[in-house]
């Protein structure tokens, strides 16, 4: 097969830099894909397997937003600076930048898919299909569940989590190997972790500022600037054709999901039945298979 082009490069956006990767060829006919990554803070190395949907003809654009990867990080920025606004305002001036603002497709995974839930919420003339992949509805039903699905874990887990969240003792290996334990389930399940899955987990390690100040210490509870937030009532705006995807064991449970579900006009859900947080990574073949049909049902629109 004929090695793909790839181009990088960054983008000026507020005084800072936007890194990005262009898989393809952005002139191409087919609709290009501009796939957001999750944290928030984490870095585009996890999802960059999606680069082999450039296969089909269209570009595949991945980015790093602004505080994590390639991009211009702030570690001394106030807890105010990082906001679903910024990210949204990096995202159309990634999209105005690289002439994708009047015929893209999206796709957001994890924290990405709210980010792109809020971005088509906005209805931009330009959006012609919307994937929303492991993403929940709002911060509190991510709450509520991750509560029960600690409660399917073995006793001894569970008991480390709540003995050491109750004694603030976060850091504690003990209470590492409990949490790293529930991430084995329910974020990726492939073991050990893929090479691009721990390049982003490395990357993030050496500075967590923006998944500290917006979720907080880890996946279990949100005490960032992201509690509270929800688009459970809004997503009734979202007019763009919609492709929910979710892993049978996913952190995001189909509960965090269902009102994507039950208020967006135009979608649908796949389930990967062997998959949790990443099924791009634990049913790669069929998740990119499941994803290229789609978009390419759209790509006249």
Same mark, same amino acid.
């Given at each position: 097969m004929t090695e793909l082009p790839v181009t990088e490069g960054t983008i000026e956006f507020r005084g800072h830099e936007t890194w990005y990767r %262009? +898989? *393809?060829? #952005?002139?191409? +006919? #087919? +609709?290009? @894909? %501009?796939?957001? &990554? *999750?944290?928030? *803070?984490?870095? &585009?190395?996890? @999802? #960059?397997? @999606? $680069? $082999? #949907?450039?296969?089909s003809g269209r570009a595949v654009v991945h980015y790093d937003q602004l505080g994590g990867g390639r991009s211009t990080h702030l570690p001394d920025a106030d807890r105010d600076f990082w906001t679903v606004e910024l990210f949204l305002d990096e995202l159309d001036n990634l999209l105005t930048t690289l002439g994708l603002d009047a015929r893209y497709h999206f796709l957001g995974q994890s924290w990405g898919g709210m980010l792109g839930a809020e971005h088509a919420i906005r209805q931009p003339s330009g959006l012609r299909a919307l994937v929303l992949s492991n993403s929940p509805a709002s911060m509190d039903l991510w709450a509520s569940e991750a509560l029960v699905l600690r409660s399917t874990m073995p006793a001894e887990v569970a008991e480390a989590l709540d003995r050491h969240e109750a004694d603030g003792s976060l850091n504690d290996p003990e209470y590492l190997a409990a949490t790293q334990a529930y991430y084995d389930v329910h974020v990726c399940r492939v073991l050990p972790n893929p090479p691009e899955v721990v390049r982003t987990f490395e990357i993030m390690s050496h500075d967590s500022t923006v998944y500290n100040t917006m979720n907080g210490p880890n996946e279990f509870f949100c005490v960032g600037t992201l509690r509270g937030w929800s688009v459970v009532e809004r997503v009734r705006h979202i007019l763009a054709p919609t492709l929910l995807l979710s892993g049978r064991h996913d952190e995001a449970t189909p509960a965090t999901i269902q009102p994507f579900f039950d208020n967006i006009p135009d979608v649908r859900w796949e389930i990967f039945e062997d998959s949790s947080h990443m099924p791009f990574v634990e049913e790669p073949e069929r998740f990119r298979a499941v994803v290229e049909e789609f978009l390419a049902a759209h790509d006249a629109d």
């Open positions: %262009v +898989t *393809g060829d #952005l002139n191409s +006919t #087919l +609709t290009p @894909l %501009v796939v957001a &990554h *999750g944290g928030p *803070g984490c870095s &585009h190395d996890y @999802l #960059l397997s @999606l $680069a $082999a #949907l450039a296969s």
